[in-house]
């Protein structure tokens, strides 16, 4: 019988412990020989069980975007690009990775389902649009004072924050766009320049449990409504 090639995809099964060591002891150790002695702990604690999460959520997570295709999963490079910092350390002290929508100006600067972070001393998972280029900041704008369409955001995050979720943005502006209303009713959102609804905490213990990823797509699926607005103000 012919066989095939085709292999199943990694079950995720846990991160390497809840208090993130690695991420800790390298904040203490940011030198090259240091961390190529401490690769492998990265690469088998961190960096391949948020490929096999990723790629665990965004099979689940997909039938709540019927009408957006998801992109690929990337998680994010450890080494930092130093070029223009003044903070010369090598690599960041955290792993960082994001399931987007392939539908619309796919990569960072799309609107995201899921972005998780795991560091020294931050841990957060959170769902938006939080690169928009110019053009997509204007037409997140332009829906924002539609008034139909951004009165029905600003609903739907009103639901959220009071079911413990919270709501920011990347940067925010000190006053509204010129020619907007400083009373405009939806006038703290359009200071904003991108929309990030973050989940609840994330109760440590879940990062050495297999009950992560269904953690993750039940509060993604909650913020899916937000998500699919988003991608239609840019469509």
Known sequence: MPTSNATTPPRFTGFADPQRRFFRALARNQDRDWFQAHKHEYEAGWLRPMQ??????????????????????????IYRD???SKDKSPYKTHVGGYVGLGGVDAGP???SPLYLHLGDSEVFACAGHYMMTPPQLA???AALLDDTH?????????GLVRAGYGTGARETLARVP??????????????????????PTLPPRLLVERGLVTWLVKHAKRTAPVIEWLAAAQE
Do not use: N, W, Y
């Open 52 to 77: 096999a999460l990723l790629g665990e959520f965004r099979e689940r997570i997909d039938p709540a975007f019927p009408q957006q295709p998801l992109g690929a999963p990337k998680v994010f490079r």
């Open 82 to 84: 130093v070029r223009f």
């Open 109 to 111: 600067s799309a609107p």
């Open 139 to 141: 037409r997140f704008r």
């Open 150 to 158: 951004g009165a029905a955001l600003a609903a739907m995050l009103r």
């Open 178 to 199: 010129r020619g907007v209303d400083a009373a405009h009713p939806r006038a703290e959102l359009l200071r904003q320049k991108g929309l990030i609804v973050t989940f």
